[in-house]
T-cell receptor, first 112, second 109 residues
Framework: ETGVTQTPRHLVMGMTNKKSLKCEQH?????MYWYKQSAKKPLELMFV???????ENNSVPSRFSPECPNSSHLFLHLHTLQPEDSALYLC???????????FGPGTRLTVL | GIQVEQSPPDLILQEGANSTLRCNFS?????LQWFHQNPWGQLINLFY???GTKQNGRLSATTVATERYSLLYISSSQTTDSGVYFC???????????FGKGTRLHILP
């Protein structure tokens, strides 16, 4: 695998389910990001991890819980989501915060 | 916070045409990136261009940081160029990346 990978690519879940999104980067980067892209909205930065520490949380509801066990992996744990949380969730990585970012293919999430 | 405005919001062109997409930003930036989001949602890096001009095949970009804008040029458009083009900037003084709303480009065969 090269670049940034995300699994699953598609996810349908009910409001009472618990699921996790996974991101893995193979670029040797030290910063990782979660973005949310809803229809007709700009990309919204959700979380930033730098050197495995969370350095930014942009007022994201607690039903989204990130985890960064090492510099190559990033998870987004989901529980009791709402239908308005349906969106494309994108992971990115960079070598240093604010530097050139490389994106994964995204997970398209539908909450029923 | 910094405002990032892209124009035009939508653009429909015939295959073979040339186009210019613009990104204006309201504050000084450390860097600027252009991305192409294909119909499947994948964001593809086009240019990392805090200033100056770069070219890659049919695409080129120019950023004039002192005047707070960047331009993306696409020449001899192909249908595979269709999608949404985003610019993203990092404001001086913080590490936050802010995306514009994008330009949706549709190339007709």
């Amino acid at each position: 695998e090269t670049g940034v990978t995300q699994t699953p690519r598609h996810l349908v879940m009910g409001m009472t389910n618990k699921k996790s999104l996974k991101c893995e980067q193979h670029l040797g980067h030290n910063a990782m990001y979660w973005y949310k892209q809803s229809a007709k909205k700009p990309l919204e930065l959700m979380f930033v991890y730098s050197l495995e520490e969370r350095v930014e949380n942009n007022s994201v509801p607690s039903r989204f819980s990130p985890e960064c066990p090492n510099s190559s992996h990033l998870f987004l744990h989901l529980h009791t989501l709402q239908p308005e949380d349906s969106a494309l969730y994108l992971c990115a990585s960079s070598q240093g915060r604010g530097r050139e970012q490389f994106f994964g293919p995204g997970t398209r999430l539908t909450v029923l | 916070g910094i405002q990032v405005e892209q124009s035009p919001p939508d653009l429909i062109l015939q295959e073979g045409a040339n186009s210019t997409l613009r990104c204006n930003f309201s504050d000084s930036v450390n860097n600027l990136q252009w991305f192409h989001q294909n119909p499947w949602g994948q964001l593809i890096n086009l240019f990392y261009i805090p200033s100056g001009t770069k070219q890659n095949g049919r695409l080129s970009a120019t950023t004039v940081a002192t005047e707070r804008y960047s331009l993306l040029y696409i020449s001899s458009s192909q249908t595979t160029d269709s999608g949404v083009y985003f610019c993203a900037v990092e404001r001086v003084g913080d590490d936050k990346i802010i995306f514009g709303k994008g330009t949706r480009l549709h190339i007709l065969p």
